[in-house]
């Protein structure tokens, strides 16, 4: 449908060109609901649509577990803490770039990242946990919901237990393990898909 639309754009620019599109789209719509009655299978686009609706009415939440870093933390830490968050699918958070920009942030650390990791660069989610010195750990139950106001500012952090410190995902979720609050049972979780054992 959208090759025969580009087809007859391209032959025919025609002020009524709305007229016909919208005609066309709309052929295209009869003939799918006339399929559609024939099969008690959702159509493809139905399911895609459910699951969209799904997703809206409700509110997304980020991770369970964060690590916020920095690019002043040495090669080896950021491999280290890399090769843990990505067992258990934790994202690295910077606050910032570097002077060069992304492009130079990206090189920086690329070599640094576990296979299938990443880091995300999220100001907003240093000023949401109050985090003023790195390495540290949020181990938050449920994850982070949207911001309510524009940029987090003034948001109050949801339930979490947050470490800081150069100790490593492992030794951090222990920590919350053993003496946490709100984040106790989401970190023994977390460390049962690292493979450690907790008390």
């Not at 509110?59 to 890399?82: H, K, N």
Request: charged share 25%; aromatic share 4%; net charge positive.
């Amino acid at each position: 449908m959208v090759e025969k639309v580009l087809r007859k754009t391209k032959t025919s620019p025609h002020p009524d060109l709305n007229d016909w599109s919208r005609l066309v789209l709309e052929r295209a719509l009869e003939r799918a609901g006339k399929n559609a009655t024939e099969t008690s299978a959702p159509l493809p686009a139905e399911s895609r649509a459910g699951s969209l609706a799904g997703e809206f009415s409700a509110p997304r939440r980020g991770a369970e577990v964060i690590v916020f870093m920095s690019l002043s933390v040495p090669a080896a830490g950021w491999r280290e803490w890399s090769l843990e968050a990505t067992r258990i699918g934790a994202p690295l958070v910077l606050r910032g770039v570097t002077r060069g920009g992304l492009r130079a942030t990206l090189k920086r650390i690329g070599t640094h990242l576990a296979e299938g990791g990443g880091t995300a660069i999220d100001p907003h989610m240093f000023r949401l946990f109050g985090i003023d010195a790195v390495p540290a750990v949020a181990v938050v139950p449920g994850g982070v919901p949207p911001c309510s106001r524009r940029g987090c500012s003034g948001d109050m952090p949801p339930p979490h237990d947050l470490v800081k410190g150069n100790v490593g995902l492992d030794a951090a979720l222990r920590i919350v393990a053993a003496e946490g609050g709100p984040g106790r049972e989401t970190a023994r979780l977390h460390l049962e898909k690292l493979g450690g054992e907790h008390e």
